[in-house]
């Protein structure tokens, strides 16, 4: 038995075994040989694209992290497209813990 003698996919398992601290990367790796760098690389977020994906129905939602604000990027494409608090067509709720009360 060696190391050589075991598929990428098992090698995976001896790394988490072994060296946990490594399986990030080498996870990584693995799904960009054998998927493609399509699914490890994410384009940049653009608000526009995802209105034009977006219906009536769908509320849009967004999970921040501390430091991170999309409100001027909404507000940017909603004067873009006459949607504004001002008009009424916009409305922005916060939800989180001693936020607005809705």
């Not at 873009?80 to 916060?94: F, W």
Request: glycine fraction near 6%.
């Amino acid at each position: 038995w060696s190391i050589r003698d075991l598929s990428p996919f098992h090698r995976l398992f001896l790394l988490r075994i072994l060296r946990p601290d490594r399986i990030g990367s080498a996870l990584t790796q693995f799904i960009t040989d054998n998927l493609g760098p399509e699914y490890i690389e994410q384009l940049p977020f653009d608000m526009e694209v995802s209105y034009q994906e977006s219906t009536p129905v769908t509320p849009f939602f967004f999970v921040l992290f501390p430091g991170v604000d999309p409100t001027p990027t909404i507000e940017a494409l909603g004067r873009k497209l006459s949607i504004t608090e001002a008009n009424g067509r916009l409305v922005n709720i916060s939800m989180g813990q001693g936020q607005e009360q809705v």
